[in-house]
């Protein structure tokens, strides 16, 4: 594995069964709420997608875009080119897939369009400031950041939403060696760098949100 990353492999095909078992399809349905608004998009780079259920979709139904997925996971890509290849067409030459950290993989920009559901969340405050300073300049004018996340809400699910976050913490640790133990703020850095929240979704009283972020014009 690079550079101590958690290993993802040996869950990657039971993985869709033990995300609904634990949440059902609530992660998917974060995944899927803005796909409409992402059709216009011509360059995707995608981080950390899982088996590519979002991916899939969102290659089936956006005809003329071209992504770059990275993940550290070989079984996760595996599973991910083979759902986009049987469900989008021409797949195979509008996917280029990259086992390796995000951190330090080569990119191809410019970009228009950044994903990262429920990956943000297992990157250490440090690693994530990093991220984010480094894909900013590969995008394009008017790109869009989507984020799908846990987090922690106020009022009567706040320590339940603790509990839950901390045990699934707890679960990744034993099963990957995720070394990760509380959500990273993804806001902050990401307004500093220049993009804006446009539109925001939360579920389950406020345990998962999914947004879109968009780069300003006057950054550019």
């Known amino acids: 594995m690079m550079r101590g990353q958690p290993n993802f492999d040996h869950i990657a095909r039971p993985y869709r069964w033990l995300e609904y078992i634990t949440l059902g399809r609530a992660l998917e349905q974060c995944r899927l709420h803005y796909l409409p608004s992402l059709l216009n998009r011509k360059r995707a780079l995608v981080l950390g997608d899982g088996d590519g259920r979002f991916l899939a979709q969102l290659l ?9 997925a990275i993940d550290t996971s070989a079984t996760m890509l595996q599973l991910l080119r083979h759902r986009c290849e049987a469900v989008a067409p021409n797949a195979s030459t509008r996917l280029n897939t990259h ?25 250490t405050q440090p690693d ?24 922690i809400p106020n009022g009567p699910m706040r320590l339940p939403a603790k509990l839950l976050v901390r045990a699934l913490y707890l679960a990744f640790r034993i099963l990957t060696g995720l070394r990760t133990t509380q959500l990273p703020d993804h806001a ?17 009283s406020g345990l998962l ?11 550019q």
């Open 60 to 68: 089936a139904q956006n005809p003329h875009l071209h992504a770059d």
């Open 99 to 123: 086992q390796s950290d995000a951190l330090t993989c080569p990119l191809d920009p410019p970009y228009d369009l950044i994903v990262t559901h429920f990956f943000l969340d297992c990157l």
């Open 128 to 151: 994530l400031d990093t991220l984010v300073n480094r894909i900013v300049p590969t995008l394009s004018p008017q790109a869009i950041w989507l984020v799908s996340d846990f987090q």
């Open 188 to 204: 902050t850095p990401l307004q500093q760098a220049g993009l804006t929240r446009i539109a925001h979704r939360h579920r389950l």
């Open 209 to 219: 949100v999914t947004e879109l972020w968009q780069l300003k014009q006057a950054t």
